[in-house]
């Protein structure tokens, strides 16, 4: 779990790419659709709806399937405007390469990353079977409850770790940073739950989702990313 991305490689940062190949294949529950919660907003609050600042694995490339691949318990990292799959973030730590995922990636503004990734795993979420131990979950009124680990649970906090390139990991209930995924195997995800804060879906938006389109679009312009022509 301690393998990293090469984050210096300049390709690494490149977003926009002249043909979107879609295809991916999930497996799940099929037919998502926004109304399966009817209290969720149908989309999160977003930073900039024309200039691309996220590039999505085939896999994740539209609503319906980061639907059925939450649901069914799938990873998912973000990393510096990336967001992967557990099989391409597995691919590209073998190979090293990012070239397969920028030829059948899907490039994203920040709206269409709130309505195509983040507003179908909360839903998603939602929809799943929910943590029936949390001190919190009755004072919460039922609510869908998410365990962000204590360095993300703050926008200083989530500035600090993705700006300095760290991942974040998204499954099930948890909305963890790299240092913490990496110590499951030996503390297990109840020390998690203790060690990290509750958050209802409210709290996920206002204190992490939020802030992540300003610090992302920071962290794409500190190393150059906007001044870069595109792909060709």
């Known amino acids: ?3 990293e991305v090469d984050k210096n490689e300049s390709a690494f940062f490149i977003l926009d790419k002249p043909e979107l190949n879609l295809g991916a294949v999930a497996s799940g529950i099929p037919n998502y659709s926004y109304d399966r919660l009817p209290g969720l907003p149908p989309s999160v609050p977003a930073k900039d709806s024309s200039t691309y600042t996220w ?3 085939p896999h994740l490339s539209e609503a319906d399937l980061v639907y059925d691949y939450f649901l069914a318990s799938g990873l998912i990292t973000i990393v510096l405007g990336k967001c992967f799959c557990e099989t391409c973030y597995d691919n590209i730590l073998k190979t090293g390469d990012l070239a397969g995922l920028i030829g059948s990636g899907r490039p994203m503004t920040d709206s269409q990353f709130a309505e195509n990734i983040i507003t179908p795993i909360i839903a998603s979420n939602g929809d799943g079977p929910r943590m029936t131990d949390s001190p919190s979950t009755a004072e919460a009124n039922n609510a869908n409850i998410w365990v962000s680990c204590a360095h993300l649970a703050t926008p200083t906090g989530l500035r600090k770790v993705y700006a300095g390139g760290g991942q ?3 499954f ?4 963890i940073c790299q240092d913490c995924f ?4 030996a503390e297990s995800l109840v020390d998690l739950v203790y060690d990290g804060q509750l958050m209802t879906d409210g709290l996920l938006y206002e204190r992490i989702i939020e802030s992540l389109y300003e610090i992302n679009y920071e962290s794409l312009h500190a190393v150059g990313h906007f001044d870069c022509p595109p792909a060709v």
């Not at 099930?172 to 909305?175: C, I, L, M, R, W």
């Not at 990496?182 to 195997?185: A, D, E, K, S, V």
Request: proline share 6%; aromatic share 18%.
């Open 172 to 175: 099930e209930d948890y909305f």
């Open 182 to 185: 990496n110590n499951i195997p």
């Open 55 to 57: 590039l999505v694995c």
């Open 1 to 3: 779990m301690g393998a």
């Open 168 to 170: 974040i990991y998204i």
